[in-house]
């Protein structure tokens, strides 16, 4: 065996398990020979020991999500041991610009007007009224800076975090994530100030002043 | 080359057809030459509101399926002296019968010899609100003080500013009712040209004036003593480019309007 050569696999042992480090330069197939041989040589002999959390490194290399799904499967192969995370440098350009779409604020400046839909990934900044009738959805936040009349849903893909803000606060509807609210049936006077709604502990929508989020959702500084 | 106005509101019976006529005839009376198309094609009723109903030989469809020529459906005015005509909309034939395509052509080519052509749209967003902004150049939205017209009016807004040959519309209020608003039953002037947010090209007063004006087949343009004639006739100079004020009469009520709302917002 050639045990002396530059190793490609580093097993690490830490308080949550083993931490493999794979090396980034080698072949996949190389790679994958010596992780097969490496793991069967330290493998332990009963197959009924406590489970084992394996965290793989891998560094600058790119996985297919086949190539993860063999890894995974090599791995628990071998007695009391499972994949928990694997943790990579670099992603497709399509991850990124998926994950830049679902984070940045996208600002559009028109009135949305009865009937129409604008739909962004991330947050949302318009720079116009919506109308009623009009819809504005957002996988983020929802920040308006003259009237809200029509219906706003932010934390679309599930966000209960999510807040919406409008200068005017006049919806017909507010949903955020899965919660919906409606505007009451009576008429209720304009307030001249900036306006949020949030979901509150009861997993209601509630409306307040814009100044609340500074404690309630600190995280929206960036 | 001309220009050519599409006429439209969404909802029905707000006063699109007598808005087309009414305005139609002004631009002649200013010396323009006119022409009217009629594409409510089905239910058309340009005709009759303009007393031209009883001349009508050919319509649109017949020129649309080449049984004759532009020239030979129209319908001259005799009030006027070569300076106004109605392309009526067919009575048989429903909306399919025209494309888009075909009415961009047919206004493409009575652009060549007029100086406006306007274009009454049916109400709706289907295949007869399609036809009738195929040409058009520019767009006058019509509504009245009244949340359901207001609301149609916003979503055919959005729909005209997809269109990219079309400049930003324009908005007439019709049948404007002093008491109602003084009621809180009807939106204010104000309220409606901030909720639209387009630029307001004039209003008229609810006048039942109008109504038996349309019945006789004499627009009420025509009859200069009356106000709704006066605020039509604005329109028009607007239309040309004029920088008209409010006039008195509109000014009176929109200064009344302006009055209610601060009593209304004291409270
Ligand atoms: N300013 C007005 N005052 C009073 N009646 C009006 C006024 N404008 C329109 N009308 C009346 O309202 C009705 C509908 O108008 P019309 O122009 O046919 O609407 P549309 O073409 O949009 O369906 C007609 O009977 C018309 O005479
Ligand atoms: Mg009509």
Redesign the interface.
């Known amino acids: 065996m050639n045990r002396q050569k530059q190793s490609y696999v580093t097993i690490k042992g830490t308080k949550d398990g083993l931490t493999l480090h794979l090396d980034d330069t080698c072949s996949y197939d190389d790679l994958i020979a010596e992780l097969e041989e490496k793991l069967t040589v330290n493998e332990p002999k009963e197959s009924d020991g406590p489970l084992v959390s394996v965290h793989l490194k891998v560094g600058n290399r790119y996985l297919t999500p086949k190539q993860e799904e063999e890894l995974r499967a090599l791995i628990r192969g071998k007695n009391n041991l499972v994949v928990q995370s694997i943790d990579s440098n670099v992603i497709t350009k399509e991850e990124a610009l998926q994950w830049k779409r679902k984070t940045e604020i996208v600002s559009v400046s028109k ?1 949305v ?4 839909v604008l739909h962004v990934q991330g947050d949302l900044l318009l720079i116009g ?1 919506v ?4 819809t504005v959805i957002a996988g983020g936040n929802i920040f308006i800076l003259g009237a809200l009349r029509g219906i706003a849903h932010a934390g679309y893909y599930g966000n209960k975090d999510a807040v919406i803000a409008a200068s005017i606060m006049k919806p017909m509807q507010l949903r955020i994530s899965d919660v919906m609210s409606r505007a009451p049936d009576y008429k209720t006077d304009e307030r001249n100030e900036m306006e949020c709604a949030y979901i509150d502990d009861d997993n209601q929508i509630v409306v307040d002043r814009l100044q609340l989020l500074t404690h309630l959702r600190p995280n929206l500084s960036r | 080359m001309g220009e050519a106005i599409v006429i439209t509101s969404g909802k029905g019976g707000v006063g699109k057809t007598t808005t087309t006529a009414n305005v139609g005839t002004a631009l002649a009376l200013l010396g323009k030459r006119v022409c009217l198309v009629d594409t409510d094609i089905g239910l058309r009723n340009l005709d009759v509101v303009m007393g031209l109903e009883n001349r009508i030989i050919y319509d649109l469809v017949d020129v649309v399926e080449g049984r004759c020529t532009i020239q030979k459906a129209l319908v001259k005015d005799k009030r006027f002296d070569d300076q106004l005509y109605l392309l009526p909309a067919a009575q048989t034939s429903d909306k399919t019968a025209v494309t888009p395509e075909q009415m961009k052509r047919l206004v493409e080519e009575l652009k060549q010899d007029y100086d406006y052509v306007l274009i009454d749209c049916p109400a709706g967003i289907e295949q007869g609100y399609k036809n009738a902004v195929a040409g058009a150049d520019a767009a006058i939205v019509v509504t009245t003080p009244e949340v359901s017209a207001v ?2 009016a ?2 055919i ?3 005209l ?1 997809k269109e990219e040959h079309i400049k930003p519309p324009r908005l007439v209020i019709n049948r404007i009712r002093g008491h109602m608003v003084k009621n809180g039953d009807m939106l204010d002037i104000d309220e409606i040209v901030m ?3 387009i630029d307001l090209l004039g209003i008229i007063a609810d006048d039942e004036n109008v109504i038996k004006a349309s019945n006789n087949g004499e627009p009420i343009v025509l009859d200069p003593s009356s106000r709704a004639s006066i605020s039509y006739r604005n329109i028009a100079r607007r239309i040309l480019g004029e920088s008209v004020p409010l006039q008195p009469l509109e000014e009176e009520q929109k200064g009344l309007f302006a009055k209610i709302k601060k009593l209304f917002s004291v409270r």
Not at chain 1, 113 to 116: D, E, L, N
Not at chain 1, 131 to 134: D, E, Q, T, W
């Open positions: 009135i007007r009865s009937g129409q009224d109308n009623p009738g009009g | 609301r149609d916003d979503r807004i959005g729909l500013e909720h639209l947010s």
